[in-house]
Nanobody, 113 residues
Framework: QVQFVESGGALVQRGGSLQLSCVAS???????IDWHRQAPRKQRELIAR????????YYDDSVKGRFIISRDNPKNTVYLHIYNLQPEDTATYYC???????WGQGTQVTVSS
């Protein structure tokens, strides 16, 4: 069964940084990968996307300039580098492919003020 595993979430102070990692039970090479997040009492939202060759990235306006998506295909890993964290970034972060497959458990990011 296809499965994503996210890691790297933590409790951090405002202005801090984190690196989230996403691995999968199948090869991620040539697969478009998205990062999503779901804040408490809000819908899950797509915040970043990267294509298989790293020639295309997309960022939601809410994270543009602070989040960077990257991938290491030999390590079968996609990363989300997060800088200058703000309390509104508090959420569970998920990765998935486009089109969507099964969701993983996500990784919790909590930003204290």
């Amino acid at each position: 069964q296809v499965q994503f595993v996210e890691s790297g979430g933590a409790l951090v102070q405002r202005g801090g940084s984190l690196q989230l990692s996403c691995v999968a039970s199948f090869t991620l090479r040539d697969v478009v990968i998205d990062w999503h997040r779901q804040a408490p009492r809000k819908q899950r939202e797509l915040i970043a996307r990267i294509n298989g060759a790293e020639t295309y990235t997309y960022y939601d306006d809410s994270v543009k300039g602070r989040f960077i998506i990257s991938r290491d295909n030999p390590k079968n890993t996609v990363y989300l580098h997060i800088y200058n964290l703000q309390p509104e970034d508090t959420a569970t972060y998920y990765c998935n492919s486009s089109p969507l497959r099964n969701w993983g458990q996500g990784t919790q990011v909590t930003v204290s003020s």
